[in-house]
């Protein structure tokens, strides 16, 4: 499987931005799907995941409420819309694909995306 992850860019805050992840291969419903995002200086941060099927989600509480993750698995690509961004919402954001089940997203990440910037200005 090999991810691309497109949409960053620039936006003030307060501004929506949408990522997406378009995933090659025909085995993206076997993985639960997730975006970590890393600030400069900082260690990689969990964001959001969803279940195979994408009836189930999991959010950072810093994001909780703001950020909606999604997956369509006819077109193999996982999305993260963003609202209300804030400053601290600057990073490279990162797609991932984990054999696990949502619960323990994380702890088998096979693939990774190349990372997009998004960058939120005051």
């Known amino acids: 499987v090999q991810l691309q992850a497109s949409g960053g860019g620039l936006v003030q805050a307060g501004g929506s931005l949408r990522l997406s992840c378009a995933a090659s291969?025909?085995?993206?419903?076997?993985?639960?799907m997730g975006w970590i995002r890393q600030a400069p200086g900082k260690e990689r941060e969990f964001v959001a995941a969803?279940?195979?099927?994408?009836?189930?989600?999991y959010y950072a509480d810093s994001v909780k409420g703001r950020f909606t993750i999604s997956r369509d698995n006819a077109k193999n690509t996982v999305y993260l819309q963003m609202n209300s961004l804030k400053p601290e919402d600057t990073a490279v954001y990162y797609c991932?694909?984990?054999?696990?089940?949502?619960?323990?997203?994380?702890?088998?990440?096979?693939?990774w995306g190349q990372g997009t910037q998004v960058t939120v200005s005051s």
């Open positions: 991932a694909a984990d054999r696990s089940y949502l619960g323990d997203f994380g702890s088998r990440i096979d693939y």
């Open positions: 291969g025909r085995t993206f419903r076997s993985y639960t």
């Open positions: 969803i279940s195979f099927s994408g009836g189930s989600s």
